[in-house]
């Protein structure tokens, strides 16, 4: 006589269920976490604010104008005087002093680029934080005793297109962009101007404005790259 095999047992994995509230939590991780970026990217909009409206001592004017929004670096190109391609992006991380004129660079421009470069050196000890740029917005070829001289004293010199740089450097209504001077924060946002022509008393006061940017971003900024 034939048995009939057993039932056989069947295997079940109980997978544990969510505990209460734990869904709830879950999000509400996920909102910190974009706080803290859109937070992050405010951050030196915030610190400009705080530095000019808050800690500026009463009746010690500015010479910087904020520009709001700020503008971001451009994902674009630039060209080295020796052909080299440079993504602009790169040259995040450090604050940066900014020119833009064209490639024939006459008298008023070299005396900008001076002005440029000693603004860098009164900054002192901070000085390694920031780096000044001649952006170039044309085709025209750059003087090869200028374009030497500004090598040995360690200026970034780029051609970028006319486009990108409107775009990245904003200008009043009436002006042109070879009336300023601009400040680029280490994350690539252009978020200040200072005018091009300064005499000494002015440009105490820029030195003034930029040593209180410095100063104020010194928990989150470090020299170099």
Request: with cysteine; net charge neutral; glycine share 6%.
């Amino acid at each position: 006589m034939s048995h009939s095999p057993p039932d056989e047992v069947l295997g079940l994995t109980v997978h544990s269920l969510p505990k209460p509230g734990e869904a709830a939590r879950t999000v509400a991780s996920g909102r910190l976490k974009l706080l803290a970026i859109l937070l992050a990217c405010s951050l030196p909009v915030l610190v400009a604010y705080f530095v000019f409206y808050v800690v500026r001592p009463q009746g010690q004017a500015g010479l910087g104008e904020l520009i709001t929004p700020v503008r971001p670096v451009p994902a674009a190109q630039g060209t080295g005087l020796d052909g080299t391609q440079v993504p602009l992006p790169s040259l995040k991380a450090q604050w940066l002093l900014v020119k833009v004129d064209g490639g024939a660079c006459v008298q008023d421009c070299q005396k900008q680029l001076t002005v440029l470069r000693q603004f860098r050196l009164m900054l002192g000890k901070d000085m390694d934080r920031l780096d000044w740029l001649w952006l170039i917005n044309d085709q025209v070829p750059v003087e090869p005793t200028l374009a030497a001289s500004l090598k040995q004293d360690s200026a970034t010199v780029l051609r970028v297109d006319a486009a990108v740089l409107d775009n990245w450097f904003p200008v009043p209504p009436g002006k042109v962009r070879q009336d300023f001077i601009y400040v680029v924060d280490p994350m690539g946002n252009t978020m200040m101007r200072f005018p091009s022509v300064l005499d000494s008393a002015a440009a105490a006061k820029a030195r003034r404005d930029m040593e209180h940017l410095l100063r104020a971003s010194l928990t989150w900024d470090s020299p170099g790259r």
